[in-house]
């Protein structure tokens, strides 16, 4: 009948539109993944506030490879696509290495949504930077790191007759480090130096360097526990040269 014959029409559309759909699942999937990115973006610049162009600027994962990479343009602005989730273990940013400058880290770097980086570099480098709550002691952040200094890196070549770094025995990069040469800053605000101690890092081969490690106040009001974000930026007055790092720390509250 007419009607059996409509139903049977009806069907047979129902089923070629279930085979369309079943068949283009993947490529929506696919698509869908392809959009689910974050953007890091921000501004190179000395720190006079000048801008950088053409400094290399790229998020590095944990085997130090390159999960993005651009070069800062005109005006020093940058921008870096990343798949959205996860932690990056860094992003760096430099120009012209170890020869007029040295590099900016930005360590820990999430990427659930987007986030503005402003890295400001010269010729002092805070390396490692690590932070954390020392649990069951005075409310406060301890602050690791080893900084390195471009004139001594240029010294210690030319004292060795032209060497490579890695081949000179007894290696001190370490700037002087003074309180009145430190600024540290917990999620923006200023967090008032209670200690610093020089210590000494074993990086293999029975090679020794100097790092420091710093105590200070949490700033009214910041939960350190919560996603934190530390910036270390340092100054050698004798040679005039700075450098800066950042750490994000993840949430972790406590019960």
């Known amino acids: 009948s007419h009607s059996q014959s409509e139903g049977r029409d009806s069907m047979t559309k129902r089923r070629a539109l ?9 490529f929506f999937a696919l698509l869908g993944a392809q959009e689910r990115q974050i953007r890091i973006y921000g501004r190179v610049t000395d720190f006079s506030g000048n801008p950088i162009e053409g400094a290399e600027v790229a998020v590095k994962t944990r085997t130090f490879q390159d999960a993005g990479k651009t070069l800062s343009g005109k005006g020093g602005y940058y921008s870096i696509l990343l798949p959205q989730g996860g932690t990056y273990m860094s992003l760096f940013a430099c120009k012209d290495y170890a020869t007029k400058k040295l590099e900016y880290w930005a360590w820990n770097l999430p990427a659930q949504s987007d986030r503005e980086i402003n890295p400001r570099f010269d010729r002092l480098e805070v390396y490692a930077l690590n932070a954390w709550v020392p649990q ?46 430190l ?18 890092e074993a990086v293999g081969n029975g090679k020794l360097v100097k790092a420091f490690l710093l105590q200070v106040e949490l700033p009214k009001g910041v939960d350190p526990w919560k996603e934190t974000e530390v910036t270390v930026t340092l100054y050698d007055k004798t040679t005039g040269e700075k450098g800066e790092a950042t750490l994000f720390l993840p949430n972790r509250s406590l019960l």
């Open 18 to 26: 279930f085979k369309v759909c079943f068949y283009l699942l993947p």
């Open 136 to 181: 069951g002691a005075y409310p406060s952040l301890q602050i690791y790191f080893r900084p390195m200094s471009l004139e001594k890196a240029k010294a210690a070549i030319q004292a060795s007759g032209g060497k490579e770094l890695s081949k000179i025995p007894n290696l001190d990069l370490c700037p002087e480090v003074k309180p009145e040469g």
């Open 183 to 200: 600024q540290i800053k917990v999620n923006g605000q200023e967090a008032a130096l209670m200690a610093l101690s020089p210590v000494v």
